[in-house]
């Protein structure tokens, strides 16, 4: 029976399956159709964060913006937006892009078409009544990585293409503020798209010294309407 990865980490292999991890990710980065990266000749960053969770979360993190004079992305889950009216127009207000992330942050790969249209158009649909339009990028939730299916029914509400990202913080597991930074640093380069998220503590612990980190290696955070010049 082979090892799980669980008994694998625990076998002292974290350096080689880390290793292979990001093999995996690599080659699956440069198959995918989706926008995972901006430029590699300009020192720009994008940091795009999952919109969902506690809105003091998301209220704090946007007072850091605030305060850092920092553009983001922000990818709003259709029931956060929902329980939350007033947070997209805040968000646009500042300064930032607004994109869809779905209604119900669901698996979109495991379930139906006509769930997979519901979810995008829920979102988009709130989108408009809260800000104008359906927002800036699509972000298919539950997987790096859209499938055709997906990116089919984005183009049909307006998204001409799915965001991907080439830097995982893994913010969202809760690892503690040093994770979150080393995470990010560590695999940061021109063009980056990282994924970051609304709803956890250690991202608000990490971001003030993520974004001197950023800085001091000459990178820039921008939001993705810059960063892909759209």
Known sequence: MGLTRRQILGAGAVTGFAALEAKFASAALALSPDISHGSRAIPRVALTFHGNGDSANAKKLLEIFKATKTPVTVFAVGTW????PTLAGQIIDQGHDIGNHTYSHTQMKTIPAVKVDSEISLCANLLKKQIGNHGAFFRPSG????????????????????????VDSHDYQDPGKAAVISNTMRAVKNGSIISLHFGHQ???DA?????????????????????LGK
Do not use: F, M, W
């Open 207 to 227: 971001l003030p010294t993520l974004l001197e980190k950023l800085h001091a290696q000459g990178l820039t955070p921008v939001t993705l309407t810059t960063l």
């Open 81 to 84: 937006l929902k329980a939350n």
């Open 202 to 204: 250690n991202t608000i």
């Open 143 to 166: 997987t790096q990585y859209s499938t055709a299916l997906i990116r089919k029914t984005a183009a049909k509400y307006g998204y001409a293409n799915c965001i991907s990202y080439d």
